[in-house]
């Protein structure tokens, strides 16, 4: 029986007292022999002893002579064919289309930002939202040979005002240790002078040679110290003012 407040939550038993009391319904009484088992309160230790008397007589069945049965669950027919079937369509879209792999999910892959910049600039390069307006390939060339070409190419950059940059330098899988020209150009990227122009790096997409390529987006003018002076005065205005409109001032 429903209540009569207004509310959505349903209390089933609340009106039984009302019905007991107006004799509208009738509990039956417990009769001896109708199979209700009386509560008793027992101790631990007399549980143990009635367990041990129950169990009196009773011998084990030894190991070797036991049968144990494990329940077998059989697919139904079909399925395991039609799973199969699933699991190599996936991997063929994957080797075919690059469907279901995640670049930024691999060790491989790498990104890095500038001075004040936020982190999605560079997942939002990967993604291919900034223009690719020149690139070069370092793949093949010595440690000594790339830097010069990589010098040669960001000053031509910079000069051109080209601010979306492709650098393909390989996997570096040959190696015998680790991707040398791969590790090489991130360390030109952020700590030789070119760290002041750059805004953000990020590993390519398959498209564009995936993790043996890494994208760059050039500032328009190098991070001097009076424009960190004023990224930083204007982040602290920017994170007044949010402070402010949180407090409701």
């Not at 038993?13 to 039956?28: N, P, T, V, Y």
């Not at 560079?122 to 993604?127: E, G, K, S």
């Not at 040959?174 to 760290?195: A, D, F, N, Y």
């Not at 949010?242 to 409701?248: A, F, L």
Request: charged share 30%; with cysteine; proline share 6%.
């Amino acid at each position: 029986m429903k209540t009569k407040k207004s509310n959505l939550t349903y209390f089933p038993f609340q009106e039984i007292k009302a019905l007991l009391e107006s004799k509208q319904i009738q509990l039956r009484e417990q009769k001896e022999g109708d199979g209700a088992y009386p509560i008793v309160d027992i101790s631990p230790q007399q549980e143990e002893e009635l367990f041990y008397e129950a169990m009196k007589g009773v011998t084990p069945i030894p190991r070797e002579n036991r049968i144990e049965k494990s329940p077998k669950i059989t697919a139904p027919p079909g399925f395991r064919e039609k799973e199969e079937s699933e699991a190599l369509s996936r991997l063929t879209h994957l080797l075919k289309y690059g469907n279901g792999f995640n670049l930024m999910d691999t060790p491989e892959y790498i990104e890095g930002t500038g001075y004040h910049v936020h982190p999605d600039i560079a997942r939002r390069l990967h993604r291919g939202d900034f223009s690719i307006q020149a690139h070069i390939d370092l793949h093949g060339l010595k440690v000594e040979e790339a830097k010069e070409t990589f010098e040669e190419f960001l000053k031509w950059a910079v000069t051109n005002n080209k601010r979306g940059l492709l650098i393909i330098h390989g996997r570096g899988l040959s190696s015998p240790s680790e991707p040398v020209l791969k590790k090489k150009v991130v360390e030109w990227l952020t700590h030789g002078p070119w760290r002041k122009w750059v805004v953000a790096y990020a590993s390519a997409r398959k498209c564009d040679g995936g993790l043996g390529a890494t994208y760059v987006l050039l500032r328009g003018r190098p991070l001097t110290k009076r424009l960190r002076q004023r990224l930083k005065s204007s982040s602290s205005k920017l994170y007044q003012y949010s402070r402010e409109k949180e407090n409701g001032d």
